[in-house]
């Protein structure tokens, strides 16, 4: 078993590759490794209540009942959220600090900055 | 009597993450017909699923956009 | 040594020509060398020095549902799969490196 990390950190409206990030990470746990999400910089926006559909997106909503169903860790950086004065979150994410991002990404045997 | 899954509407990998759930409350040996209208599933959904060491019984195509895939459990 | 790559970027991106250049270079070396395309990524089986590395002996596998919103023809040699063959690479090879 692998420890797979992918690491989100783009602004979400204007593109597709959050949303491909996570559908990724929902592939990645078929062969039973272990998979973690990463929220960094402008990807913790994509970890937050937002309305997309009020500019024709779809919402991730399934892509993160799925994740949280197969029980992947959704991890989202702290330092980055105070930047940006971010605090709602969404119900199935953590917070955590820098350090423990450190820590994720060092010991994961791939990681996948999407 | 084969368990049945309706997957009209889902996508990679949600297709085959669905149906992998469904065979995990099965026992071995018993048969789920799932369906499908998502084409690319219906190619690799059956191979995964062989991969996996299951047995494919049959792909039916039911319409332009709907297929139905036959497994038994390993 | 087996050695996965995944890409993500389409073929204007300087990825690709990355890409090309550390497949020949490991498959000239004999390492097993196994490309994922998804998202835009999908692309780059439209470019023929990309699918030159099929010749070299380098496994690619695409997401076909990206390919299929892309409405992009199908190529001889490339494995039009899923999710789960990224996942299969993930899990098989030494080294993995993603372009993105």
């Known amino acids: ?114 | 009597m084969a368990v049945e899954l309706d997957l009209k509407g889902e996508v990679c990998p949600y297709t085959f993450v669905k149906t992998k759930l469904k065979l995990e409350e099965l026992e071995s040996g018993e048969e789920l017909c799932v369906t499908f209208d998502h084409a690319p599933a219906v190619e690799n959904v059956p191979r995964s699923l062989k991969n996996e060491g299951h047995k494919i019984m049959g792909i039916e195509q039911k319409g332009e956009h709907l297929w139905i895939v036959r497994i038994r459990k390993a | 040594m087996k050695l996965g790559i995944l890409l993500t970027t389409s073929p204007e991106n300087e990825n690709t020509s990355t890409v090309i250049s550390i497949s020949s270079a490991a498959r000239e070396q004999g390492h097993d060398v196994s490309i994922f395309l998804m998202y835009d990524g999908v692309y780059n089986i439209q470019k023929k020095e990309f699918t030159d590395l099929i010749e070299k002996g380098v496994n690619i596998a695409v997401c076909a549902f990206n390919v299929e919103q892309r409405n992009i023809a199908r190529v001889d040699g490339i494995l039009f799969g899923s999710q789960y063959d990224h996942a299969c690479i993930a899990g098989e090879v030494d080294r993995f490196i993603s372009f993105g």
């Open chain 1, 1 to 114: 078993m692998k420890k797979i990390t992918v690491i989100v950190r783009n602004l979400p409206m204007n593109t597709r590759r959050n949303a491909e990030a996570l559908r990724m990470s929902v592939g990645l746990t078929l062969r039973e490794d272990k998979v973690t999400v990463i929220f960094l910089d402008d990807g913790v926006y994509s970890a937050t209540q937002t309305k997309p559909e009020l500019i024709n997106l779809k919402p991730l909503t399934k892509e993160f009942e799925v994740l949280s169903m197969l029980k992947c860790t959704l991890l989202v950086d702290r330092l980055s959220m105070e930047k940006r004065g971010i605090s709602n979150l969404l119900g199935n994410v953590m917070p955590v600090q820098r350090d423990e991002i450190v820590k994720t990404i060092t010991e994961s045997d791939i990681v996948i900055p999407f």
